[in-house]
């Protein structure tokens, strides 16, 4: 089932179940009363355009053809007009404006196309949907993959794209609740049998960008934890 049709339908999922942890007002405002925020920023609109443009990039590589910069550049321009371009409700930080920000995505993707380390890794999955339900939660939890690798041996690895102002902390990663949801997810869609292992692939809008992989694993402790919080 395609994402639009699972956030059709009641619905939970990893990144509402923050916001409600975050902040309940802020949750009911979004995602009870569904009212328009006032502005958009422009943090999250680059997340988007690179998230789709990473996805161009692994549909050509689970095909076999590698893409160099410049392609991967064009892509990028692509996807973020699409998102940005004449938008009157774009919150831009002080200094940053459409073409800054332009130039910036394009300098992270440099970083990432030139970072990213040879692998032997199967491609699974692309931006792919997932569901699945919770003893007690009236309604699931749905979500998306960004991505499904596979090695020679058979483990699977869910990795998720993030575009951030600063480095993580291991205690982030080992803590986030989104990567335990991951992991729940893959085992109720088909990778139960698998050793899954969860990565962050992180591009970091430092004045120097950087991309850097973070690694962790979740037990079954873990999972009875997230599953009996207070969701």
């Known amino acids: 089932m395609e994402l639009q049709e699972l956030r059709e339908k009641p619905h939970l999922s ?46 050509s590589k689970m095909v076999g053809e590698k893409m160099d910069v410049k392609l991967l550049h064009n892509y990028f321009e692509l996807h973020w007009a699409k998102c940005a371009y004449g938008r009157s409700d774009v919150k831009y930080k002080e200094g940053e404006d459409y073409n800054t920000l332009l130039m910036k995505g394009k300098e992270l993707l440099s970083v990432y196309i030139n970072d990213l380390p040879d692998d032997n890794f199967t491609i699974v999955g692309i931006e792919e949907p997932f569901s699945f339900e919770i003893e007690g939660l009236p309604v699931p939890i749905i979500g998306v993959f960004d991505l499904v690798l596979e090695d020679s041996s058979g483990v699977i690895t869910i990795v998720d794209h993030k575009t951030s102002a600063r480095s993580y902390s291991n205690s982030e990663i080992d803590n986030s609740m989104q990567l335990t949801i991951y992991q729940m997810a893959a085992k109720a869609n088909g990778y139960a049998e698998r050793e899954i292992l969860l990565r962050f692939d992180a591009l970091i809008k430092t004045k120097t960008p950087k991309f850097e992989s973070y690694y962790t ?10 599953a009996w919080s207070p969701l």
């Not at 923050?18 to 958009?40: N, Q, T």
Request: glycine fraction near 8%; charge should be negative.
């Open 14 to 59: 990893a990144s509402g179940i923050s916001d409600y942890i975050d902040c309940g007002l802020l949750y009911k405002f979004g995602r009870i009363d569904k009212l328009e925020p006032e502005f958009v920023s422009d943090a999250l609109l680059l997340g988007i355009a690179i998230h789709a443009t990473l996805a161009e990039f692994y549909q």
């Open 217 to 226: 694993t979740r037990s079954e402790w873990d999972e009875k934890k997230t």
